[in-house]
């Protein structure tokens, strides 16, 4: 039902920064909102997220396919995943796995359509990434920086994962609770954005390496698109 619900109201198209992979999109906002509402009262369901390639995933998606280095033969975790643009660049990458984590079984099963769509397998049944640790070798985190609440929980994890001697990397398009300590920038892209869900059209998304705390971290070479 799931699969068919996603299929039904997306389109398969490519995001701006990453034309090479194929995912299921909406092409306008309006009618899958619109379609989402009507489950919501049935069904539970979120609100789309995983109908959009958000700007952080796709600068994440772009720097991994551009430096494979970064996640070949390594265990990946891509938290809050939206539709797994993140993901499934690091299979194409050569990560050794790349798990999907999502709270919405709608954008786990939207994950699973786009990794078929570009004929890899990412895990999508990671439990509670965090309350877990030790699990992944590489965790990429975008657009989760929104909310203040989630921000700081989402953080504590990040640091605390980094501290365990992952590579964790944050990509943030200017999100008002993103931190301003404890990084080192890695790069810099400008990601075409609608106007449908952002207030203009391109966002600038910063990767950044997160530290275990807020002092500094070992230098790695720094990326610019």
């Not at 877990?132 to 985190?141: K, P, T």
Request: charged share 20%; proline share 7%.
């Amino acid at each position: 039902m799931s699969e068919a619900f996603i299929r039904a109201h997306t389109t398969i198209a490519r995001a701006p920064l990453v034309p090479e992979i194929a995912l299921h999109l909406a092409t306008e906002i309006t009618p899958i909102w619109q379609a989402i509402e009507s489950w919501l009262e049935r069904e539970g369901i979120a609100p789309p997220y995983w109908a959009f390639a958000w700007p952080g995933s796709q600068g994440l998606a772009r720097m991994i396919l551009d430096d494979p280095a970064l996640v070949r033969g390594r265990r990946v975790l891509d938290f809050a995943a939206g539709g797994g643009l993140a993901a499934i660049a690091a299979m194409l990458a050569g990560a050794a796995s790349a798990d999907a984590a999502e709270i919405d079984p709608l954008a786990l099963a939207a994950c699973r359509l786009n990794a078929a769509l570009a004929g890899v397998l990412i895990g999508t049944d990671p439990g509670d990434v965090l309350a877990a640790s030790g699990a992944w070798e590489v965790i990429l985190a975008g657009d989760v920086c929104y909310e203040a609440p989630m921000a700081a929980r989402v953080m504590a994890w990040l640091r605390a994962a980094a501290a365990g001697g992952a590579l964790v990397l944050l990509a943030d398009p200017g999100r008002a609770y993103a931190p301003t300590e404890g990084l080192q920038e890695l790069a810099r892209f400008t990601v075409p954005v609608t106007r449908e869900l952002e207030d203009r059209d391109a966002r600038e998304v910063t990767i950044c390496r997160v530290a275990a705390g807020k002092g500094g971290i070992p230098s790695l070479p720094i990326l610019r698109a």
